[in-house]
């Protein structure tokens, strides 16, 4: 979700319309992780199970977009038997799909033969009347991407279709001939409606936000214009230290020696800032 | 390896010592991922497969080093039923490690056990003769890192250890009690020394260094000044398209409404230049 | 659970005092694999999710018992990112473990640092009193295995010990010194009291039970004596086939010549009575 | 291998023709999970990294046959990368295929698209000249089952093709339009003729087989008539119990209590007989 408000930064801060700095939170290493691959990992499984109590073994499954999302999404039905297959806009994201045992299609190809659709784009309309028209029987659609119009569930709301609502945030959208598509939580958030965020996400994406708001506070006149900044790699390293504790994880220090070597300080910033 | 090189580019153009623009090819998404991600994960069993026929199922690894490289190492081990550790000294990697299920420790505290120790940190003396001396009896130490000094083999070469060569890339160092520790390739790159490189991988990464040439000469006056640049996306994405017909990948195309929606060129590039 | 009668029945058998003929349908290959592996494998993320919200990266568990529900257990745990341990009394099942790449310790040895604690082993006092002492602040402990007395849940219905309802099935035993441990479903079991079953499951198990008896309705006299037979390969063949066309699954047909070389009838038993 | 012999002596047995007592060896738990399953899961990778330094990451194979052998090529495959689907004849093992995330489907519907083709079936004449027609180019062709008719490579020497020996162990032939396939090891055993067998399983084989010779040795007369036998649990267990301490297992003993209420002798055996 918050992918949409940093493009929309971009936009104003190119047009020269941004009156303020900004800090990019969003794309801070550990938020992204944690907030989108990490937690969306967990969270279509449990989404869809306490939705729908789908069996995910053997199901054929296709996610449109293989962003963050859609890899954390992807690794977790396939690690519980589902057949996964992709969509993407973008050659390097479908390359690395590939690369990690998915099939990249167009989704009018795969259609009729899916039981879950899973949408994680940021991108409007990427499910289409057309196709909802060509799903099998019982197919589940669901959005894990950042905001309603990912699913065009406006399409649906068309009088030849019933609604029913069979349990809460589970639609059945019936055709006249009968077939039913399971819509969850009206095409809205998956994961905010149907599944709950774990605490130590919300709390890095907390610490991630106010040590940005102490920097922009902080900062010596001059350092930030009117312009949107990534999170400098300190502090983002320091939001990740903070939580090493809680997995009894051992840090390993640099020798003096190593450090010259690497020409590195010995407490960090141990990345470039382009780094992921 | 190459990520040694862009480290002295850096530091010579923050030096202000950098006299022609450079291009930092090793970070563009495309190579990073291929040349060491993926390339690694499939590297890494065939190296230590064919100088040690050595069984994955069940081993101690320790993996010193969480990027790019140690991931690749770490899932391929992982998958195969190796029980993996890792080192780090970047709270970021170390946070990932743990997120994928790895425990993170200083190499001391389990030095003892581990039947394999493998190093891809680019940094020198990541395994020390002090904890050489506590491996146990046939313990395999090899590097996929960034050159020879990753271990500190030359502390081996001393009067009171015998080497005894048992097979090409395969020196067995024998303690004065009997023991042996197994080194791979004298401690130079493993992938590079005992496995062989796709041609595929190899094409990406031609790929990219012929095009970020092909810009720098064709480049008006005054794009690039005597610093060092990522290689534009536009081109990232552009190495990625030729390869993916390889993999009988269909990409999606964006339309026109919702390219405008995104604000971008349904051409590309999707993706913010920080992104990875 | 199932298990639990099957014993029960081969022990009565064994005592000359079962009085009809007992067919064992819990050993079926499909129901097993179903009922056990496959179902367990996706109930204890759901189990754990709906009734603690739990993130499993990056968690520290033991999983008590590596028989199918053990496996299925850890195979999803360890997916999503924990770092799984087991326990077992069995040599082979251990052996299997080291080789899916889990540690094999004995309980009181990891007691301390574990996140979570689960039972597999359709025993009892698995975890007992003393170790649910030593348990850390806000470990998780539940039961995936046949009855109510895996954990001994009587021994902390004690007066220095306060339980606290947090949620439906969540209890929280508190020690004098304010340690909580996060007791599920007060030990009974997890997938019955926390999780759904599939009803794809449900039909698989349903339909061997029904084949089975009418199989001991229909069998020409002195088919079957009193004592606990497995079900024909044959059934268990036919109840598989029943349930393929669910994944769009095709299977292949032996050729005449094939069958013969195999020494196979084409339309099956394709397998030995033992094999699994 | 062995199973074919197994077959046999089962055949001989059942036509009153087996002259003396036989032990099924290659059916006991240990043997069949490191021989076949785990043993295969890196033979099958290894093999053919050394003849053809494929890259396996998005690479479509197929395999035939999802017994324990194609269990362990399939998860090793899948594991790093390679998009897999099989094949079966008998539909218990085709549903495991499904839950294990596999589509099941006839070779001839998708032999056109497959980069690699691996027999693991123990039948003839799976892959015909036929399907070898319809291949694609550069399509690699190989046997991991149990003797050189899995793939018809008779057919194959035939005056309009052309063989071509690249390199020890493998041959391109060559169709009248160029297109080559790439057959390994003449469709012998990839796993015997371009891989190695760890110590450590033959270890277990070999341990297993001369227990079984030590057990019909000692057997008093009357115990074992012209039949085939499994091997007794006991001795499964026993040689599983041996090999622990590799791995530094330690294996949890039941109390007396425990070992009561299951009924079990503190020593073993665990399981029941038919128990996998």
Redesign the interface.
């Known amino acids: 979700l918050l992918e949409f408000y940093v493009?929309k930064l971009?936009?104003l801060s190119k047009a020269g319309k941004l009156c303020v700095p900004a800090m990019n939170v969003n794309?801070s290493?550990?938020k992204q992780?944690?907030d989108n691959l990490?937690?969306c990992?967990?969270s279509i499984?449990?989404g869809l199970?306490?939705t729908t109590?789908?069996?995910?073994?053997?199901k054929?499954v296709v996610v449109c977009g293989y962003g963050e999302v859609g890899k954390g999404c992807c690794?977790?039905l396939?690690?519980?038997?589902?057949?996964v297959c992709i969509?993407?806009?973008?050659?390097?994201c479908?390359?690395?799909?590939?690369?990690?045992?998915?099939?990249?299609?167009?989704?009018s190809?795969v259609i009729r033969?899916m039981d879950v659709v899973i949408t994680c784009t940021?991108?409007?309309?990427?499910v289409t009347r057309e196709q909802l028209d060509r799903m099998k029987n019982g197919c589940i659609v669901c959005n894990m991407g950042h905001s309603n119009t990912e699913i065009d569930v406006a399409s649906l709301r068309s009088p030849e279709l019933t609604w029913e609502r069979v349990r809460s945030q589970v639609d059945h959208i019936i055709w006249p001939d009968g077939k039913r598509v399971v819509l969850l939580a009206e095409g809205r958030l998956l994961n905010l409606s149907c599944?709950?965020v774990?605490?130590?996400?919300l709390s890095i994406t907390a610490t991630t936000q106010a040590l940005a708001l102490i920097e922009l506070f902080n900062a010596p006149e001059g350092r930030y214009k009117q312009d949107v900044y990534?999170l400098p790699k300190k502090m983002?390293?320091?939001v990740?230290?903070l939580?090493?504790p809680?997995?009894?994880?051992?840090?390993?220090?640099?020798?003096d020696?190593?450090a010259k070597?690497?020409?590195l300080n010995k407490n960090?910033p141990?990345?470039?800032?382009?780094?992921?």
Chains 1, 2, 3, 4 share one sequence.
Request: aromatic share 12%.
């Open positions: 493009l971009y936009q794309d290493v550990t992780k944690f990490y937690c990992r967990e499984l449990d199970k306490r109590d789908i069996m995910f073994g053997g054929q690794t977790a396939k690690a519980l038997g589902a057949i969509t993407e806009i973008d050659p390097i479908a390359l690395q799909a590939c690369m990690d045992g998915f099939r990249v299609v167009k989704l190809e033969q940021g991108n409007k309309n990427v599944s709950t774990p605490t130590f996400v990534l983002d390293e320091y990740a230290s939580h090493l809680n997995f009894d994880a051992h840090l390993t220090e640099l020798t020696e190593q070597y690497m020409g960090g141990f990345k470039p800032n382009y780094y992921r």
